[in-house]
């Protein structure tokens, strides 16, 4: 948990911090769901593991099955990041790489492994165990701040973490631990891809798969999310919000957080920035809060997204006056 204090004077909050989450193994948050789903999967008797993946969630499980002595099979869409790409087929036993989607992946590997027996589906949502790893972040946000935060923001893809987080918020009220006050949750998309955000919009509790889901935020590019009715639960009971960025707002929040804080976020961590000083700007926030965003992978796993991060007027250094750039 990074204290992020020119941030927080960027942005006008009381406080904020970023939950740095690339210090995991394989390099991002989808470590600690994959370290729960594998040990329960051979625990009960899988013999082989597989899992449709938009990058970093392929990386996990080949890296866990793999000390588990089990063979896993990954697939993805064909333009995931290279370093996403070329982690699975060092790992894996079997990797994928599909024409499509997240989904067209899946739809691949249920058609490939059907019929087969002892062979473990660890897709979001489709078994417990990932959400019991996931989960441990909001035990975190405790452990690491003392209390909970006003405000959790939040990249949403498949939507295990946001889920994860709302349960454990619940179980640690049972344990006596905090009382009935929740952070507010906030779900954060690419315009491109924004069901869960068109879902809450549109006051449904289900989310609107976009026409044509195209991000430089790979993470976040998965059109159909099995956790959307959950995700949208989850905001409202918090009295959260949803809100989708833009592109070029992630590639320019990505290069501030790195200039003010010498921090590199990954691109779904940097749309969660995007989306604070959107919502300061909009007065959703009201300056009083304590803030918490989630980067929630290495930025080095994403070359690509790099090498399109421009730096600000050659010269021009960049400070802060008041909570404007100059």
């Known amino acids: 948990m990074l204290p992020m204090e020119r941030l927080a004077r960027r942005a006008g909050v009381k406080a904020c911090w970023c939950k740095d989450e690339s210090f995991n193994p394989t390099g991002s948050f989808k470590a600690r769901g994959m370290s729960v789903a594998v040990t329960m ?24 099955a793999a000390r588990a002595g089990l063979p896993c099979a990954v697939a993805m869409p064909e333009d995931s990041p290279s370093a996403n790409r ?12 599909v024409p499509g989607l997240i989904g067209d992946a899946g739809r691949f590997l249920r058609e490939r492994y059907a019929g ?8 979001t949502l489709k078994e417990p165990y ?9 035990y975190d946000l405790l452990l690491e701040l003392g ?28 344990l006596g631990w905090i009382d009935a006050r929740r952070p507010r949750l906030v779900a954060v998309q690419m315009e491109s891809c924004a069901p869960v955000v068109e879902g809450f919009l549109a006051g449904r509790d289900e989310g609107v798969p976009p026409l044509a889901p195209r991000t430089l935020a790979s993470g976040l590019r998965v059109p159909t999310p099995l956790g959307d ?30 200039r003010l804080e010498g921090l590199l976020l990954c691109p779904e961590g940097a749309a969660a920035w995007a989306a604070v ?13 304590r803030l918490v965003f989630f980067n929630t992978g290495s930025a ?15 010269g021009r250094p960049l400070r802060l006056v008041g909570d404007q750039e100059a």
């Not at 209390?147 to 179980?171: C, H, Q, R």
């Not at 959107?278 to 009083?288: A, I, K, Q, T």
């Open 147 to 174: 209390s909970l935060p006003d405000v959790v923001v939040y990249p949403a893809g498949g939507g295990t973490g946001l889920i994860g987080m709302w349960k454990a918020f619940d179980e640690m009220q049972a």
């Open 86 to 97: 070329l982690e699975v087929r060092a790992l894996a036993t079997e990797s994928f790489e």
């Open 277 to 289: 000083l959107r919502l300061r700007e909009e007065g959703w926030l009201e300056g009083n809060e």
């Open 41 to 64: 999967a051979a625990a009960l008797g899988a013999r082989e593991l597989y899992v449709p993946t938009a990058g970093n969630a392929g990386g996990a499980l080949a890296a866990y």
């Open 229 to 258: 009715r959950l995700m949208l639960r989850a905001i409202r009971a918090t009295c959260g919000t949803a809100l989708a960025v833009s592109d070029d707002e992630m590639l320019h929040a990505l290069r501030e957080v790195a």
């Open 300 to 314: 080095l796993k994403y070359p690509e997204v790099l090498a399109l991060v421009r730096p600000p007027d050659a």
């Open 130 to 138: 990932r959400l019991e790893g996931k989960k441990t972040m909001g």
């Open 116 to 123: 087969r027996e002892g062979v473990f589906d660890l897709s």
